[in-house]
Structures are given as C-alpha cells and as structure tokens.
C-alpha cells in the first residue's frame, strides 16, 4: 500500500557529518513524500512522481512542510510531572528537594500509569518519533511505559533508572547492588525487542541506566560492566549522566571525581573507577553509549568519547534551568563526538526538540570569545533529527527521507501558530535562493510551536495522540 504526501520538504540526506549538513540539506518546496510499505519509496517534487505512484490519491497538506520525525535523545520519564519544579539551587539541590520526592510517586502503579500515559502524549504532541527515556526505579512503572509506548507506536530506548547508594531523600529508589543487576536482567528480557523479536527491527529497546557515577558505587560499576559486556550483542543501550554542573569542590564533576579519586568524570564509566583511575572492570563505552550534557569534558574525555562512538546528548534548555553552563560546541563538534539534541524534561522544562535547537542557537552564538558560533540551519535540523538516530545506532533506518528508510516524518502547519504563520509569508528572504533556503528554514525551527505539529507518523503509520 502506498501513500502520497504533498509538502514542502526538508531533510538532511546521506550520512553527513554536522560540518556537512548545509551541504546535504534537501528542500523541496513542491515536494512529494512517497511511503510504501512503511518505508520512504520516493522523495523528491511532485512534478517528478514516479508513474508507479500517479495513480495513488496524494494527501495535500501544502502550504505545509514534511520533516523527519525529532529525535530526542536524553528526557526522564518519572519526572514527567515534575516540570518547572524549584528547588533553590543547582543540580543537586534540585534532585534532593524536588526530584527525588518526585520520581518516588512513582511507586503508586495508578500513578505510574497515569505518567506514562501523559508522557507518550506529550512525545506525539511535539513530534518526537524517537526518544532515549530515563527509566523509573520501579519495574511496574517501566512496565507502564513500555507499554504505552508499544500501544501507541512509537520508538523507545528506556532502562530503569539504578541508585544503589544516596542521601536519606533517594532512599525509595534505592536497591541492593545484587536487586539491581537482577531487575536490569529482567527489564532486558522482558521489553528488549519484545514488538518483533528482532533488534533490527523493533520499535522498543532496553538501556542500562544508572542515573549517575554519584547514585552508585564501585561494586555496581563493575556488576554493571559485566552485565553490559554480556548482552552488547544483543543491541542493548547504556546511558547516563555526564560533566553536567561544575560549580568548584561541591558540584557534581568535583564530587563525583572526589568520591572515587579518578582524573576524571568518564574514567567511571569506562572502567577506570578504582583511584588514581585505575582499571576497575569493563567499560560500558561504545557506539550504543549515550551521555546526556557533557558541558564541562575534558579534551582527553572527548578524545575517548569519539574513539569509542559514544554519543552527547546535548541539552542546552536543563542547562540554563539549572545553571550547569554550555556545553562548547565548536570544541565538541571538533572532537569528532555525536552530538544530538535532548529536552531533558524535567530538568528542562521543554518537551519540543525545536525549542532546544532554538536555545542552542542562542547559547552557542553567546559563548565568548572564538568558541561562539552562529549554528546553520541545517546543523540544528541535522542535530535533531539524523544525530539523534545516529547515536541510537539506527540511522540505516530512520532519521531522513532517504529512499529505503522506515517513514518517520511529521506535517507541519505553519497556520497552527499564526505569529509562525505570519513569520513565514511575510519575513524578509534574500535574493540568493540558497540563502533564502536557509532563511525559511530558520524561521521554522525557531518558531515551530506544539501548535504547529499537525500529524505524526513512524514507520508510515499516522500515531494517534490518545
């Protein structure tokens, strides 16, 4: 069965990297999206529709436009409704007067559900077809996420959130370090790849989560090593937190690299947590490894980072809420590391990908000196689209329109928000047709809104938002 969207299009194609993508940015402002069989069968302007497709009933959604579906690669399903919560300081602070209360009602399974309910709908409403999810510390509450996310048809990596250690405010989400192993045992067997049995394939993936180095401890970094060196070949993920806030001697960086005496923050994660950086056990770096911020790397960690294809998720709103700084993104991008975009909802306190590409164009042209940078257009499509499906390791089957990938794609309509609306129409464009380009699609991403994602599809199925 095939399916015909009319739209103007826009994608980054082929396989670039973030310096290339104003070189591979597509447009195509009488565009034609062809899905057949789930998958994109044609993308190019409608004047040059394959015969096959003519006879096929188009669905207009012009003046509209067709974009790969977002890709958020770092938000914390148990803080769904924590959002804007104060806590009068920093990170830390922030996690123990209103984090940790939070994510503990999660224990309640009514409420568990209810949040898990809430959290898919939020996902369709700004058209995010990907995400990498923070789990919950409690297996019934994954179990809700997992399958309302498998109801709905969306893709998801996720993993229970793993503290083994903490302050008298986390003790809820506390486990045992042998509880710990065997719960993330069970997650994986339970939920990885469980919609097709097959990890090249399915929409649901399982991580191993440890909320950070500070929630755990020697023992679990090695449980965990093991645990992650013996299902890597069945496609499961690793994620947590990295470099994030820096504020001197009481910060999370200071205080992660004071508990374990290493020389740094990634030394915890790749096996080197035992002091002086000694090897301790495995490392749980590698290209299904995703670190969420990575603000305050050191070069030497970035080096490690791209050696190893692990990726960033970059989170510039969390950033600003909480007062860890920006992540530099020219030395970053420099180091040859993946770096995708992600809302961190609850510590940001947007669920839309575009917001989070609108503020990183923001902070990065306001970094000092030689490190500011205006970002292009298409880097900040690139960043929330293919990066994303890059670091998931998935990108040979989502994240542009090439012809062959699974149709993860949303229409946009600019009448949704008439001051977008009004934006597009009527803002200046230059003379030069590439710079025109380039302006029409900045004024989108900067001004697209929730008001503005009309539908959403993934793998060329519309998802519904109830």
Known sequence: MSQVHLGHIFHIAGRPHVQEAADALVSVPDGALVVKDGRI???????????????????????????????????????????????????????????????????????????????????????????????????HAQDALFGETRRRGLRMVSGRGIQTTGEDAVAPLITSEDEAIRLAKSEIDTWHAVDTGDVDTALLHVAIVPRFSLAVTCETLRNLGELYDSVRDRGVYFHSHLNENNRPGTGEVDS???????????????????????????SLLGKRSIFAHGVHCQDAELRRLAQTGSSIAHCPVSQQFLGSGTMPWKRTVAAGVTVAAGTDYGGGDEWSIPRVLAAAFKVHISEPGEGGVSMHPAEMLFTGTLAGARALDMESRFGNFDLGKEADFLVVDPTGTPALEDTLAQGIRSEDPVLARDQMLFALLMGMSESTIAQVYVRGRRIDDH
């Open 256 to 282: 992660t690299k004071q508990a374990y005496q290493v020389d740094s923050y990634l030394d915890t994660y790749d096996g080197k947590f035992l002091p002086g950086s000694q090897v301790g056990g495995k």
């Open 41 to 139: 069968a044609y993308c190019g302007g409608r004047d040059e529709l394959p015969a096959e497709f003519r006879g096929t009933e188009p669905t207009d959604h012009r003046p509209g436009f067709l974009l790969p579906g977002f890709v958020d690669a770092h938000i914390h399903f148990p803080q769904t409704f924590a959002g804007d919560a104060y806590g009068g300081g920093q990170l830390l602070e922030w996690l123990t007067r209103c984090i940790y209360p939070s994510e503990a009602q999660l224990a309640d399974p009514v409420y568990a559900q209810r949040a898990a309910v809430a959290f898919c709908t939020r996902r369709i409403a700004v058209g995010t077809t990907a995400a990498m999810v923070f789990g919950s510390a409690f297996p």
